[in-house]
């Protein structure tokens, strides 16, 4: 009976994997079709929407991405995202001739450095820059800019501390990249 059971749950995991890679294949097709522009290696192994005014740099990869709205958003080279997460790249114009606002839409672009992790579900409202070698704790939302090699959280993201820019730089130049 043991070894039945054995075979029953080998095979439920081989196929959710086997289910799992076409997913991630048809997300990352979704994601090369709308972005404006993209350099390979790109991984998507989540639900992932890009507007049509994202640009990739190399090795990205999404767990689970949304990016939203008119404003253009670049994003470096290794950057890695946790399951969750959204750049908002556009505001309500609250100025405008109507409460709460009016029909005008006010794009805000976001620029994200090269060696970039954001955990799961940080938030990115548009108009700010991440610098290089940044992380963003799960849960954040950022609503400024983060210099290079900060380490920030909360909400909004504060830095809290820095990575060691000794370390960082010889691993960037010993191109060790995940």
């Given at each position: 009976?043991?070894?039945?059971?054995?075979?029953?749950?080998?095979?439920?995991?081989?196929?959710?994997?086997?289910?799992?890679?076409?997913?991630?294949?048809?997300?990352?097709?979704?994601?090369?079709?709308?972005?404006?522009?993209?350099?390979?290696?790109?991984?998507?192994?989540?639900?992932?929407?890009?507007?049509?005014?994202?640009?990739?740099?190399?090795?990205?990869?999404?767990n689970g991405m949304t990016i939203?709205?008119?404003?253009?958003?670049?994003?470096?080279d290794n950057f890695h995202s946790?399951?969750?997460?959204?750049?908002?790249?556009?505001?309500?114009?609250?100025?405008?001739?109507?409460?709460?606002?009016?029909?005008?839409?006010?794009?805000?672009?976001?620029?994200?450095?090269?060696?970039?992790?954001?955990?799961?579900?940080?938030?990115?409202?548009?108009?700010?820059?991440?610098?290089?070698?940044?992380?963003?704790?799960?849960?954040?939302?950022?609503?400024?800019?983060?210099p290079d090699y900060a380490i920030?959280?909360?909400?909004?993201?504060?830095?809290?501390?820095?990575?060691?820019?000794?370390?960082?730089?010889?691993?960037?130049?010993?191109?060790?990249?995940?």
């Amino acid at each position: 009976m043991d070894k039945i059971w054995y075979i029953v749950f080998k095979g439920f995991f081989f196929l959710k994997a086997k289910i799992r890679k076409k997913q991630a294949i048809y997300y990352k097709k979704q994601v090369e079709n709308n972005c404006r522009k993209f350099t390979a290696p790109l991984r998507v192994n989540g639900p992932t929407y890009v507007s049509k005014y994202t640009e990739l740099g190399k090795n990205v990869s999404f767990n689970g991405m949304t990016i939203g709205g008119k404003g253009e958003v670049i994003i470096g080279d290794n950057f890695h995202s946790g399951v969750g997460c959204k750049i908002l790249t556009q505001i309500h114009n609250y100025e405008g001739d109507a409460l709460p606002y009016d029909d005008k839409i006010i794009p805000k672009n976001t620029v994200i450095g090269d060696n970039v992790w954001f955990g799961d579900d940080v938030t990115i409202i548009g108009g700010v820059s991440i610098g290089n070698g940044v992380i963003i704790q799960a849960g954040s939302v950022v609503v400024s800019n983060i210099p290079d090699y900060a380490i920030a959280g909360g909400h909004p993201a504060k830095i809290f501390k820095e990575r060691n820019v000794e370390h960082y730089n010889k691993l960037l130049k010993e191109k060790k990249f995940h």
